[in-house]
């Protein structure tokens, strides 16, 4: 390196050291561009292990002369590379100073600009100080002066405007009071600021003194004209400039002109409704709806012009009577509560509401909360939603109004009256169905069907009822009454199930009997668990062999109260959410169907199951004859058996006639597909094992056997049908498992047992997965396999060590 060189490079060195610290990401270029060097940074390279790895050979050391030229020319181009980036580096500092230097000298030129600057603007504002300085207090005088002269002249209205004051109410001139007294407060509200002054303190309270005595006058004129008879020699007229005069004054003073004049109003409505007489009892209510009428007609003919229509005096007058109508209905129920009945309620219910959608039209667009006018927080609001009769409730005219329920909400106290009348009457109208379901001919369908396997119309009338009542008592209140309602509801929804519904199935002969305990059985509460209990009992006879089958009319009721259950099921749900949208918000988590929404379902499982069993007891003779089959003899493969052909005409007799029934309810005739799937094939299978002795062509001919039934069984849901349609896919999943189990099980029947037969054991291990060593001894029996006590010890030891490598083999 040469001179220079060293120079700039002790010149650097000298320097402050700088350390750059640049991002990974950088760093890594860094290295990537350097050729990957970090090996020879760290502080474990080991230079001897690197070089024995480069020359790993005594034949590879003829290259070191090279390698070593080769590194000498990268040094060399480094080092060169060095002393450029060295040079420019200084290069580049030296500018930097120089730019550095230069902006130092501007920045103090600019500085001393901004003194200079700052200098003359405060020479300029001295100045303009000294201009106006005097304009100043020229302003300062004048604004003083106005003042002084608008004190004066506000002083000379004030002193003024008290004597005339004192004239006019002596003289009752309120027309022209009106608008000096607003004067002289609005001066009043302008000498706040002198009330240090004695003089006009006693000013102030001169006006007060003739507002107050202005207001006791006009009361009283108020009082002499209405209560003074033909005495009184105020007129009308000066009554309405009083009110007018009223206005501007202190608001208690119009309150308490209402509140008399309103008392007075309605004094004679308080006399003639007391509790003392008769015709305060709520079979006169009408009496009392109809004294407002007259009363607000005689006020508005007579006595309308005196009052500003901005003081709303008619609906005052109609908000204070429903106040006091609520407070005296409430104490006179409670105190005779004995002598109140449903009929007399409802009446004064309907008169109460109908009374009230007239206020609500009458004064229709007035807000009763404006004008200190207010309704009573602690009286609920009534929810007047489907309303229909009336053409104001009709159209939707009370919704929300706050007159609705104004006078109404005094009978929610004693609404249990109403629910219990709701209860006596549902009850009667359960007893009639049930009445009507007994006189039923035996062939008519089940009760009052409209056709086989239709709804039960009796259904519709008790929903139709309920709808009826929730309309009905959500006009009256969305509080306690409704959960009662709820309850009641729940009630006979209960007792339809129990006398209707179940009533209306088989009671004798079908299907082992099921019918014929049924209704003893259902007495208790438990009905379904009792249901459930005969179903067992009807299994066990069927197995017991009885042939007994249901008629086409009682499949008919079976598939009435399937499709009625169902009708019930769904039309439940949608009467607990409407009674959760009309009860209070509070109480809507209280309300829960969902006990009676399980009974109609575990009616509908049932009836289900008593038309599997059904169908069951009309295939179990044929099943019984396959085991009686002799399929050891059986020389050749033919046809389908007798006993397939007998079983597919049971299922073509049965199911068009239950598909045909259930109709409107598909998804429950599929299940009813797939439970008759899920009970019937295991019978099959063990009337398979009950097959033995078996030769290989009888198990041929078993085989085809199964294979027609899989085939039947797969066309089971459109057997019949002019539409073809595929199975649904749970029940096709179910028959193609079943059976499969079935043809596998005749495929174990079907293989040789030879040798020590540990490849028989294995294939029945592996084509029945699930079985266990009892079915395999039934599998040998039905081969006719006669074998010692030491061959089936040594064949349980070969399914043992099968099952045991198969389970291995699925953990894995």
Known sequence: MDSNSNDILDDKDNGPEVQMNFPSSVMSRIEELMGGTEQFDSDEFDAVAYINRVFPTEQSLSGVETAAARCEFRLSGVEQDIRRLVRAQAEQREAGQKALLEAQRCIAELALQVADINKKAERSESMVREIT???????????????????????????????????????????????????????????????????????????????????????????????????????????????????????????????????????????????????????????????????????EEALANVFPRGWRLSERIAHQFCKITHTELSNIMSSRRSEVDVKLLLYAIQKTYNFELLLHKRFTGTDLE??????????KQIDFEDIKDGEAASNGAGRGSPWVGLIGSCFEPHLSLYIDSLDANLSSLIERFVQDAKAAPAGGGVGAAVGEGAVISSCADLFLFYKKCLV??????????????????????????????????????????????LMGALGGANLVTNLHTLLRDDANNAAGGSDARYTKQEISKITSVITTSEYCLETSIHLEQKLKEKVAPGLA????????????????????????????????????????????????????SSYITQIIMHFKNAIPYLRDHLSSSRKYFTQFCIRFANSFIPKFIQNIYKCKPISTVGAEQLLLDTHMLKTALL??????????????????????????????????????????????????????????????????????????????????????????????????
């Not at 404006?370 to 602690?378: M, Q, R, S």
């Open 133 to 299: 300085s005097e304009i100043k207090q020229l302003d300062c005088a004048k604004s003083n002066l106005t003042a002084a002269i608008t004190a004066l002249n506000h002083l000379h209205m004030l002193v003024g405007g008290v004597d005339t004051l004192r004239a006019m109410t002596a003289t009752r001139q309120y027309k022209e009071i009106a608008l000096p007294m607003q004067a002289i407060m609005e001066v009043l509200q302008h000498f706040e600021c002198y009330q240090e002054i004695k003089e006009l303190t006693t000013l102030r309270d001169q006006v007060y003194t003739i507002r107050d005595d202005l207001a006791q006058q006009i009361l009283a004129d108020f009082k002499q004209a209405f209560m003074g008879g033909s005495k009184s020699n105020i007129s009308h007229r000066t009554l309405s400039e009083a009110c007018g005069v009223v206005d501007i004054l202190d608001p208690s003073v119009k309150q308490d002109l209402l509140k008399w004049f309103i008392g007075m109003q309605l004094q004679e409505y308080q006399h003639l409704f007391s509790v003392e007489e008769e015709g305060a009892w709520l079979a006169h209510v009408e009496r009392r709806y109809a004294w407002l009428k007259r009363r607000l007609l005689s006020f």
């Open 715 to 812: 066309e089971l849901p459109c057997l019949g049908s002019e539409v073809r349609r595929q199975a649904p896919a749970p029940f096709a999943k179910v028959v193609i498992r079943l059976m499969g189990q079935a043809e596998a099980l005749l495929k174990v029947v079907m293989a040789p047992l030879e040798g020590n037969g540990e490849g028989f054991v294995g294939q029945f291990a592996r084509l029945l997965p699930h079985c266990t060593v009892a079915d395999l001894h039934r599998v040998l029996l039905m081969k006719g396999a006669k074998m010692g006590k030491a061959q089936m010890a040594a064949l349980d030891a070969l399914f043992k060590e099968a099952t045991r490598d198969r389970d291995k083999d699925g953990d894995k």
């Open 370 to 379: 404006a004008g200190n006018i207010e309704v009573n927080a602690g009286e």
């Open 472 to 517: 009905q008592c959500a006009r009256l209140t969305t509080g306690q009454p409704m959960l009662e309602l709820a309850g009641v509801f729940q009630k006979y929804l209960r007792e339809y199930a129990r006398d209707v519904l179940e009533a209306a199935l088989p009671r004798g002969g079908g299907a082992g009997g099921v019918g014929g305990g």
């Open 589 to 640: 988590d209280e309300i829960d169907l969902t006990p009676e929404q399980d009974i109609f379902h575990k009616i509908i499982n049932d009836c289900i199951q008593m038309l599997v069993q059904d169908l069951e007891v009309a295939c179990e003779p044929a099943l019984a004859a396959m085991a009686k089959i002799s399929w050891l003899n059986i020389d050749n493969v033919g046809d389908q």
